[in-house]
């Protein structure tokens, strides 16, 4: 997770200072009823005004959400609660136990919520504002459309004036046309929805889907269930609402409209509600039984050729899944070419399982020996936001999102906002997978009872617990662990401590969720697209625990991010050996690394001339004193304390021997193998001339760099000939590509 402190950025401490007063202001006025009430007329003039002027995106690419105080959502069934008026509420109050009746008057707008003007039954006029609501082509917000607001809450807006803040996605209930809590006097779209029959609601509900309006559709053909259908038309208003259900992610809700189709033996054919049932299975990626269904199909009308291919792209996901044996070379097509790169694969949950961890919570833990290189799992996420970064993006309003917390000082980028709107959806949408998610709360936030339950038949959301469970769990990532460093669209390479650069793609995966971190960890997590790939970086036995970097190790004030973001303080060897170092022994490394680095600069440009030999062979010698000196500054062996600034000093000095003119094999291999032991490898042989093979016992540390050093290794032996030893070095290469990378498949690419 990209969070950072707001003091290090005075534009961002800028907004929480405004957003400080504005919510000191708001507090004073709690309770008591909106100083001033503007004109139905002018208000809706003015919000109309705004809406088409468009100016507020132009102002700058930054779109800034912030973290509101959290509060319950309504967790009480409608029969319980009582009516209230526009006239009743105050400011700054959750007006508990109670609803409001509105009807739009105005088209939508939208910038971080979906807004729009309503009014109630006595004409009173506000603005409604609706968080977490998915940008789609349709309008959520239509003139005419009714809708119960529970609990509702009116709050101070950002400009001094007033309207209702809807954060939580149940708290709001749409009132298709022919419901009966809609009164008389707003029925004005058809003379009397409620004697209009089943036939005619499903006409006007296909006429929505044939103009993709599938939201619309849906209500349709509620109303058109609700009208008493004959049992033929029946089924096929089930038929078609459980296609528009599919088109908007509502699985569950597709399953249960074919499913009480398929129980009804009256049904003339089932064929197209298996079809359906099959399509809701797969993308809840419940693939055996998918298998099963489309087999069935199958044998009933063989015919039907979708089926086939259904089935054929559902076996290959249950082979995946229960194989771990993928594509990688067609994944990465994909990834290139799909935007977002989510793509049609299964998750493959390999010789790893969760369990309780002695003091982290829970874990996750090898069911058995695994190889270094071997697949731990391959994850789809769960809910993936795609950002391609700075320039690329042909979404500005995407390039810079800012999610402010106010209380916490800190602020998160990139698409995290969208993310939530995402998480807080799908599960809306799909309350079969609340229990991953709602599994994955960990901390001091409670939420109120209820939360997840089904009222008045859809899940209660708390939007607030969803955006903790995410802070904690979600993951930044690149399109591609071969994508290499972000680069930004000039070719620059990305500065991370660059306000600009900060925004990344971000996923949740639920079971790598489970997953502790180390520094020196003993997995290493790649992607490609939206999938997560986990492979062991070192041989380890059956039940150890499986961590993973949360921060690189170079990163010197990752302990203060840890407790900040995770509230935890690492204690692996190397951050215990951190904290029993001087400040005075971190400065002499320091200095050391810059001098061998300008050292290594000269060493480059002048083994690319042709002559200087006499003073390569000083640059060799000073640059070898001055890594000599770096391991004197540390104490405990490497193989227990990975000792990252002597590896790095080893691995560019060999590849400043490999690249410059004045190459000496000799040297590279001893400085390679050096470089390798300084992470705690632990390498038999290796030297060149002694007939003792290459053969590492033990996997060390996994970084940046582990790649260029086994190349340089195995091209040095190649040109000594050495070619025995060229093959392991390079069999030793392909694995650590395959722990970097993910998978191996496109290793004889590397140029
Ligand atoms: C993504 S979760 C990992 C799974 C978690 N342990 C659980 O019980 O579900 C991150 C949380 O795990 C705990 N954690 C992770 N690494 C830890 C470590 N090295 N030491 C202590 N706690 C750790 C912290 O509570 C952190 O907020």
């Known amino acids: 997770m990209n969070t950072h402190q707001a003091q290090d950025f005075p534009q961002i401490l800028a907004h929480i200072e405004e957003q400080k007063r504005m919510l000191r202001n708001a507090q004073s006025q709690a309770g008591q009823r909106p100083a001033r009430k503007i004109e139905r007329i002018e208000t809706i003039r003015r919000f109309n005004v705004t809406r088409m002027s468009g100016q507020r995106n132009l102002q700058s690419d930054l779109s800034i959400s912030f973290i509101p105080s959290p509060y319950a959502p309504c967790a009480q069934p409608f029969c319980d609660l009582k009516k209230i008026m526009v006239d009743d509420l105050v400011l700054e109050t959750h007006h508990r136990g109670t609803f409001l009746l509105v009807r739009v008057v105005t088209p939508q707008d939208r910038i971080t919520a979906v807004m729009a003007i309503v009014e109630d039954e006595r004409g009173e006029v506000l603005l409604l504002q609706l968080y977490h609501q998915v940008e789609t082509t349709e309008d959520i917000l239509v003139p005419g459309r009714v809708l119960i607001i529970r609990d509702p809450y009116l709050k101070l807006t950002a400009d ?93 809700a597709a399953l249960a409209d074919v499913d009480s189709m398929l129980s009804d033996s009256s049904a003339k054919s089932n064929e197209k509600a298996l079809f359906r049932k099959a399509q809701a299975l797969y993308s809840l990626q419940r693939y055996r039984e998918c298998c099963e269904v489309l087999k069935t199909l199958r044998l009933k009308y063989p015919d039907n050729t979708a089926a086939k291919d259904k089935l054929n792209e559902a076996v290959n996901r249950l082979a995946e899944q229960t194989t771990g044996k993928y594509r990688f070379k067609k994944l990465h097509a994909e990834a290139a070419h799909l935007r977002p790169p ?87 949408q799909n309350p079969s997978l609340a229990s991953i998610v709602k599994d994955l709360h960990r901390g001091s936030y409670s939420p109120v009872q209820g939360v997840f339950d089904i009222i008045d038949g859809k899940p209660v959301i708390d939007s607030f617990l969803l955006t903790r469970i995410l802070l904690i769990n979600s993951f930044g990532c690149r399109l591609s662990g071969k ?80 407790v900040k973001n995770w509230a935890f303080a690492c204690d692996c060897v190397m951050c215990q050996d951190n904290e029993q170092t001087s400040d005075a022994v971190v400065a002499k490394r320091k200095r050391l690394g810059e001098s061998l680095q300008s050292m290594l600069r ?36 490497a193989k227990e304390v990975p000792r990252l600034v002597v590896w790095k000093g080893y691995r560019d000095f060999a590849c400043a021997l490999t690249l410059g003119a004045g190459a000496n094999p000799q040297k590279i291999v001893e400085l390679s193998l050096r470089a390798l032991r300084s992470l705690g490898f632990v390498i038999e042989g290796g030297s060149l001339g002694t007939n003792q093979g290459l053969v590492v016992r033990e996997w060390g540390f996994i970084g940046d760099g582990l790649l260029d050093c086994w190349m340089c290794l195995k091209a040095a032996y190649v040109e000594t000939r050495s070619y025995e030893l060229a093959l392991a070095a390079e069999g030793y290469a392909k694995v650590c590509y395959k722990i970097l990378f993910g998978e191996d498949e496109t290793f004889g690419e590397l140029d």
């Open 160 to 252: 001094g004036k007033h309207g209702l803040r809807v954060d939580h996605v149940s708290d709001i209930v749409f009132l298709p046309v022919h419901e009966d809590r809609i009164p008389a006097c707003w029925r004005s779209e058809v003379t009397n929805p409620q004697n209009q029959s089943a036939g005619f609601w499903k006409a006007k509900g296909n006429d929505c889907f044939g103009q993709s309006r599938y939201h619309a559709a849906i209500e349709y053909y509620t109303s058109a269930l609700a009208s008493s259908p004959t049992t033929e038309e029946c089924h096929t208003i089930k038929l078609n609402r459980s296609l528009a259900f599919l088109k908007t992610n509502h699985f569950d």
């Open 342 to 428: 989510q793509l049609d694969h299964a998750t493959h949950i390999g010789p790893v399982g969760v369990r309780q961890s002695e003091s982290r919570g829970r874990g996750l833990f090898t069911t058995k020996a695994v190889k270094a290189g071997d697949l731990l799992f391959c994850e789809k996420a769960f809910v993936y936001a795609f950002h391609e970064g700075e320039g690329m993006s042909s979404n500005s309003r995407l390039m810079m999102n800012l999610l402010i917390d106010v209380n916490a000082n800190s602020f998160t980028t990139g698409a995290q906002p969208e993310l939530i709107t995402m998480l807080v959806q799908k599960l809306y």
């Open 483 to 562: 994508a290499g460093p972000l680069k930004q669209a000039n070719g620059q390479p990305i500065n991370v401590n660059n306000f600009n650069d900060l925004f990344p793609s971000l996923g949740i995966w639920t079971f790598a969720s489970h997953i502790n971190h180390s520094c020196t960890s003993n997995a290493f997590r790649s992607f490609i697209g939206d999938m997560m790939i986990l492979r062991a970086n070192q041989d380890l036995p059956a039940n150890a625990e499986v961590t993973i970097q949360y921060l690189n190790p170079f990163n010197p004030e990752r302990q203060q991010v840890f």
């Open 602 to 637: 000269l060493l480059t440009r002048r083994g690319s001339s042709s002559s200087g030999a006499g003073s390569i062979a000083s640059l060799v010698r000073k640059s070898s004193a001055l890594i000599a000196e770096m391991e004197g500054t540390y104490n405990k062996p």
